[in-house]
């Protein structure tokens, strides 16, 4: 498995953004596809956005798409995810996962993904 830790989660104001990384360690990050996903509150866990091993793709949920981008650097075996004009709906644990197989480019669901973080926690007040 990979271990993977994030950082840099918080308490923002709708509007604000954060950014939020998430070092890997443990086997060859840049063969694995990455992703992020997130808890709110009473609410099951689900996806936020994918990008493959390369970096070439990405993949976001709908409720995210133009204020959320995902992004990687493999030098330094960390993801990203950059989110921006944040809502308070987007108040939850947040957490960053690794994919179970190497090379994959497919959008990947939840299950598809092995290793998981912690999470670290977002809230957006209004």
């Known amino acids: 498995q990979m271990q993977l830790v994030e950082s840099g989660g918080g308490l923002v104001q709708a509007g604000d953004s954060l950014r939020l990384s998430c070092a890997a360690s443990?086997?060859?990050?840049?063969?694995?596809?990455m992703g992020w996903f997130r808890k709110g509150q009473g609410k099951e866990r689900e996806f936020v956005a994918t990008?493959?091993?390369?970096?070439?793709?990405?993949y976001y949920t709908d409720a995210v798409k133009g204020r959320f981008t995902i992004s990687r650097d493999n030098a330094k075996n960390t993801v990203y995810l950059q989110m921006n004009s944040l809502k308070p709906e987007d108040t939850a644990v947040y957490f960053c996962?690794?994919?179970?197989?190497?090379?994959?480019?497919?959008?990947?669901?939840?299950?598809?993904?092995?290793?998981w973080g912690q999470g670290t926690q977002v809230t957006v007040s209004s």
């Open positions: 996962a690794a994919h179970r197989r190497q090379y994959s480019s497919s959008s990947g669901s939840e299950t598809d993904f092995g290793s």
């Open positions: 443990g086997r060859t990050f840049s063969r694995y596809m």
């Open positions: 990008i493959t091993w390369g970096g070439g793709i990405q």
